[in-house]
């Protein structure tokens, strides 16, 4: 684990700038745990004292179309499908990233969101932040076995290749349908899902990035994921489809503005 990436708030300055923004933000909106998501049958008492628990602070990126609302970000929208799967009520600080308030860039200097308090630490970067939620709440369990945890971790990096390409014959579509002809061929042996019938960590990691894809792409280069790919389209229409995916997702302009910059170079 990356010592870098826990921030200690030391400065007593710094807890009382956090009260004093958090409390009466009008940014600050309270989502509980969603009744009827995939993992709702287990009402063991340690999901009542989850749902009872402090709702846990998840500073997020937010909306640049619409104001008070949950932004575009896939590495904040993994760390809060991890919750909303493990019925752990939070509460959102949305930042936005355009104009950084000075509270945010005294939990975390880099700038960076997803970042989630947990005793007392501001946690940074979403791995750490969803091992360390496996870690603290591990019921339900979420892992991934490490043999599958980097399938289709090429995807994401292949598709911003292509989406910023301005040259049809650069090869980095072709370099995007080998990644996802891969996880295709790996889905229709192993799937539905990346570790088979039950949903786990790496596939609330590859949802938010394959819907960035989907609109992205649709959007700026009016490509779609092929039919030949049909396990990897269905895989994503499941995910999608969660309560939980719906409930957590930015909207479709909001990824089109915040990949306008990068397409345009
Ligand atoms: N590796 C980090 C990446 C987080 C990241 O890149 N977040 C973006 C938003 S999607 C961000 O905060 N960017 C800062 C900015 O745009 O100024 C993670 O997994 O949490």
Known sequence: ????????????????????????????????????????????????????????????????????KLGDCPFCQRVLLTLEEKHLPYDLKLVDLANKPEWFLKINPKGLVPVVKLEEQWISDSDIITQTLEEKYPDPPLTTPPEKASVGSKIFSTF?????????????????????????????????????????????????????????????????????????KSYMKSLFSLDSFTKTSGSKEDVIVGWKPKVLG
């Open 1 to 68: 684990m990356s010592t870098t990436a826990r921030i200690h708030p030391t400065a007593s300055t710094l807890s009382s700038t956090i009260k004093h923004h958090f409390r009466p933000s009008p940014h600050s909106v309270v989502f509980r745990s969603n009744p009827n998501s995939l993992t709702r049958r287990r009402t063991t008492i340690t999901t009542l004292t989850a749902a009872m628990a402090t709702p846990l602070e998840v500073c997020v990126k937010s909306s640049v179309t619409v104001p008070n």
């Open 160 to 232: 911003i290749g292509f989406l910023k390409s301005k040259d049809p014959k650069d090869g980095t579509e072709q370099a995007l349908i080998n990644e996802l002809s891969t996880f295709n061929d790996y889905l229709k042996v192993n799937g539905p899902f990346v570790n088979g019938e039950k949903l786990s960590s790496v596939d609330f990691s590859l949802a938010p990035k394959l819907y960035h894809l989907e609109i992205a792409l649709g959007h700026f280069k009016n490509w779609s994921v092929p039919d030949s790919l049909p396990f990897v």
